[in-house]
């Protein structure tokens, strides 16, 4: 016989019973009606599946078995549209200005209703309770509050997944997102700047979203929580890093842009994944912040990432891929979407994860990683406490020149503390924060240049092998490149080892190995330094002045 879904049997599909803990709470906080529309609690993967395919456009099951998901207008995220509430609790902590703008508390109330009123007109909501922070002495429980199975499933992955124990003294969460957004915000509200508003309410621990379902929102959100409450409320420092440990139980943070290599170092054969992209250093060790990894897919191939490639199968979301109607095998190498494809997967899809993903032991090396396209930074720095908290602050990389506008040479790209967008204090505090704990740790930093060397990119140099870059990490992770003979690199004053087991002592201090001789390069060097410290001016006011000395001396 076949079996029957009982709740197509109801009217709305509600089956009449005594409410839950869960929607007792729903309705008490935020008056949304489970007499009205059926609430789904931490459902299945499959249940999830089988909703997207049915009431979710542009929803398929791929080729590899992953839910293919469609995030509709917004393929990104939207940084100017993000606010924090401005109440008296955070206020006086908050770094206003070019990051976070302030909403007034009666715009929140605005955004917050129109959200849940459009969550209340919803036949089905999900809701999914799980963890931020893998030590439990830190975890916060979240909420989240969603109308479409894909967001469900995808924070689902995101998040710390609860072991049912768990699950069922949940209790009230810590910080709750009500995802509103395939309704507009409207955009006459006082503060607006477009229909997509995506707001922060560290009084209410609440997060609200209106004109965007890009579902990177959820998962950025929560790290700009974490940027907040874990400095002030426990003084543990939040880092937009990856993390790794190696058998010995060494611990190396790196921090960098896209396009750096942190991914790609960051997952070694020899060494196990901690995180990918989002931890915590606390007095007992470093905590992945994250249950899963949203990994870039955009050309991605079984030979170049086979752990990401591998990941993508039952469980996994793919956003806004394009994929064969017949086969549904999915063309990685496909753009037309948006170059932001991407995959959320549990990190136990990586078969070198470390679970859980927590580490007792405290950082011995700090990795801030560049890519350099102006072929200027050597490959490897040792830096200071004072310039790793510049370099810290500053977040550079650049990008490959193109030809708009007549743009030829590559594009200085700087984020403050490598993740200027997600930043709720200073990034003095978090870089005082770092220099303090390396320093009762013991922690090196090293400034890793995986960019160009002889000449810039536009010019017609070429980029360091990887060879050679893992050759340096491997020096690093050995010891053996701090104990090494270093010397003075010009105008930034970076320690640059004169040699380094399995590398080309010539590439090492570009000065010495560039194409167009002495004086060309140190007017290169100097265009950079310039560029450093005009990106600084704007974090001068709250920087002590031995950091400021540590930048680029024109």
């Known amino acids: ?274 995180g990918d992209d989002e931890h915590c250093w606390s007095d007992h060790g470093v905590f992945n912040v994250e249950g899963g990894c949203y990994a870039k897919c955009l050309d991605l191939s079984v030979d170049k990432e086979p752990d990401i490639f591998n990941a993508i199968r039952f469980g996994s979301v793919l956003e806004n891929v394009v994929f064969d109607p017949i086969s549904r095998e999915v063309d990685y190498c496909d753009a037309t979407l948006t170059e932001n494809t991407r995959c959320a997967y549990p990190i136990e899809y990586i078969p070198n994860a470390k679970i859980p993903c927590l580490s007792d032991n405290h950082p011995t090396n700090i990795v801030l990683l560049t890519c350099d396209a102006r072929g200027v930074l050597p490959p490897i720095s040792m830096l200071s406490n004072e310039q790793v908290m510049y370099h810290f602050i500053s977040g550079y990389t650049s990008k490959m020149a193109g030809t708009e506008d007549g743009i030829t040479e590559p594009l200085a790209t700087f984020s403050a503390c490598f993740g200027q967008p997600f930043l709720v204090l200073h990034p003095m505090r978090y870089a005082q924060m770092l220099s303090d704990k390396m320093t009762k740790h013991k922690a090196r930093a090293w400034l890793l240049n995986t960019g160009w060397t002889g000449k810039s990119a536009a010019k017609g140099g070429s980029r360091c092998p990887l060879k050679y870059t893992r050759a340096i990490l491997d020096a690093i992770h050995s010891g053996e490149l701090a104990e090494l003979e270093y010397e003075k690199f010009d105008v930034f004053g970076l320690s640059v080892p004169k040699t380094c087991p399995n590398v080309p002592s010539q590439i090492l201090n570009p000065a010495k190995s560039w194409a167009d001789g002495p004086a060309d390069f140190a007017l290169e060097v100097a265009k950079l330094g310039r560029l450093f410290a005009e990106n600084f001016e704007k974090y001068r006011d709250g920087c002590s002045k031995e950091v400021i000395a540590a930048g680029p001396s024109l």
């Open 1 to 274: 016989m076949a079996s029957v879904n009982k709740t197509n049997l109801y009217p709305n599909g509600v089956q009449p019973s005594h409410p839950t803990q869960l929607e007792n709470q729903l309705l008490q906080v935020a008056h949304i009606d489970y007499n009205k529309l059926t609430i789904q609690h931490n459902p299945s993967i499959a249940s999830l599946y089988e909703d997207a395919l049915v009431y979710e456009s542009g929803s398929a099951i791929s080729s590899a078995g992953a839910l293919v998901a469609s995030s509709g207008t917004k393929t990104g995220r939207s940084p100017k549209d993000k606010r924090l509430v401005d109440e008296p609790t955070s206020t006086k902590d908050v770094w206003w200005g070019p990051v976070n703008t302030k909403l007034p508390i009666e715009v929140w109330r605005i955004n917050r209703e129109r959200a849940i009123d459009y969550l209340n007109t919803r036949s089905r909501l999900y809701v999914i309770d799980a963890f931020a922070g893998w030590d439990p002495k830190y975890r916060i429980k979240v909420r989240v509050v969603c109308a479409r199975a894909y967001h469900a499933l995808f924070m689902r992955n995101m998040l710390i997944r609860p072991t049912p124990e768990e699950l069922k003294s949940f209790g009230e969460p810590d910080f709750t997102i009500y995802n509103g957004g395939a309704f507009p915000a409207n955009r006459y509200t006082s503060g607006m700047t477009s229909s997509t508003s995506v707001d922060i309410n560290f009084q209410d621990h609440e997060m609200v979203i209106l004109g965007t379902e890009y579902a990177g929102e959820m998962k950025k959100g929560i790290l700009t929580v974490m940027f907040y409450l874990m400095p002030v409320k426990y003084n543990v420092l939040t880092l937009h890093s990856s993390a790794n440990e190696g058998k010995n139980g060494d611990v190396t943070l790196f921090f960098g842009l896209s396009g750096t290599g942190k991914t790609t170092l960051s997952a070694d054969p020899a060494r196990k994944l901690i």
